[in-house]
């Protein structure tokens, strides 16, 4: 079973930045799939950012591309979202999410959330 805690959330005005982390503890970190999700009021969830188990390849969806930038410390079992040029529209519950596969849309294991809120 693995747990994954999510940290770095706050309260930004836009065009801030954050950094949110996730620590995984009681798996293989380097052997699974990471990415981030978010859930804004009203909204389904929807998936941010994803990357391997190497780092060496990620990919983030259009609403977020040249903004954030997931990595991973495999040394550190952690995973980051470095979130820049933040709008209003980024405000939501991101969750951490880990995976043997794709994690875009049904993820093994769930952290619990962290709220990052950006005022305009």
């Known amino acids: 079973q693995v747990q994954l805690v999510e940290s770095g959330g706050g309260l930004v005005q836009a065009g801030g930045s954050l950094r949110l982390s996730c620590t995984a503890s009681?798996?293989?970190?380097?052997?699974?799939?990471m990415g981030w999700h978010r859930q804004a009021p009203g909204k389904e969830r929807e998936f941010v950012a994803g990357i391997n188990w190497s780092g060496g390849s990620t990919y983030n969806v259009d609403s977020v591309k040249g903004r954030f930038t997931i990595s991973r410390d495999n040394a550190k079992n952690t995973v980051y979202l470095q979130m820049n040029s933040l709008k209003p529209e980024d405000t939501a519950v991101y969750y951490c999410?880990?995976?043997?596969?794709?994690?875009?849309?049904?993820?093994?294991?769930w952290g619990q959330g962290t709220q990052v809120t950006v005022s305009s």
């Open positions: 999410a880990a995976g043997r596969g794709a994690v875009s849309r049904a993820p093994d294991y």
């Open positions: 009681g798996g293989i970190f380097s052997s699974y799939v």
